[in-house]
T-cell receptor, first 109, second 112 residues
Framework: QEKVQQSPESLIVPEGAMSSLNCTFS?????SIWWYQQHPGKGPEALI?????GNKKEGRLTVYLNRASLHVSLHIRDSQPSDSAVYLC?????????FGKGTSLVVHP | ETAVFQTPNYHVTQVGNEVSFNCKQT?????MYWYKQDSKKLLKIMFS???????VNETVPRRFSPQSSDKAHLNLRIKSVEPEDSAVYLC???????????FGPGTRLLVL
């Protein structure tokens, strides 16, 4: 059974800083890795996904995947107070997603 | 703009009662999901349907049963609720099993 662990549990950064979130998983054959953002009282919203080793950039978001070390990271450049939310890492294997417990990000003005 | 709709938003009930939650998506997706999110924000998949066929059925208590009338609707029934069923139940849909999942706002269940 796939295991997904996220770190840190919580992160506080000043506005304009880089936020870095980490996720490790247990199965190198996992098909894809997804990052979701969840605001209080709302459902998760998909932000970015990655399938192949390397990195992928979309706007202020960059994700790095290293299958050999079973590690994926999400970096948010120029963090804004509106980025404050819980970030969930999800790993898909056999089309069945396994989620981590999330990182709570607070960006203070 | 919400494209995955869930009702009710919130439900309070007593142990042993039956509850039903509704989910509808207007995205034209073929695959729908039910997840349970506990108080620590951990999200676990319960069921997944593709074109009205059950494709994922995780180890959940038998009192939980999904119901799909067409590919735009996926309901969840809990026959006799227990205190540990208190959680947020999230419905999601995707174009196919590998594609982006779109989540509804969730139904928060409190069992007294």
């Amino acid at each position: 059974q796939e295991k997904v662990q996220q770190s840190p549990e919580s992160l506080i950064v000043p506005e304009g800083a880089m936020s870095s979130l980490n996720c490790t998983f247990s199965n190198s054959a996992s098909q894809s890795i997804w990052w979701y953002q969840q605001h209080p009282g709302k459902g998760p919203e998909a932000l970015i996904s990655i399938f192949s080793n390397g990195n992928k950039k979309e706007g202020r978001l960059t994700v790095y995947l290293n299958r050999a070390s079973l590690h994926v990271s999400l970096h948010i450049r120029d963090s804004q107070p509106s980025d404050s939310a819980v970030y969930l890492c999800a790993v898909r294997g056999n089309y069945k997603p396994t989620f981590g417990k999330g990182t709570s990000l607070v960006v203070h003005p | 703009e919400t494209a995955v709709f869930q009702t009710p938003n919130y439900h309070v009930t007593q142990v042993g009662n039956e509850v039903s939650f509704n989910c509808k998506q207007t995205l034209g997706h073929d695959t729908m999901y039910w997840y349970k999110q506990d108080s620590k924000k951990l999200l676990k998949i319960m069921f997944s349907y593709n074109n009205k066929q059950l494709i994922v059925n995780e180890t959940v208590p038998r009192r939980f049963s999904p119901q799909s009338s067409d590919k735009a609707h996926l309901n969840l029934r809990i026959k006799s609720v227990e205190p540990e069923d208190s959680a947020v139940y999230l419905c999601a849909s995707s174009f196919d099993r590998a594609d982006t999942q779109y989540f509804g706002p969730g139904t928060r269940l409190l069992v007294l």
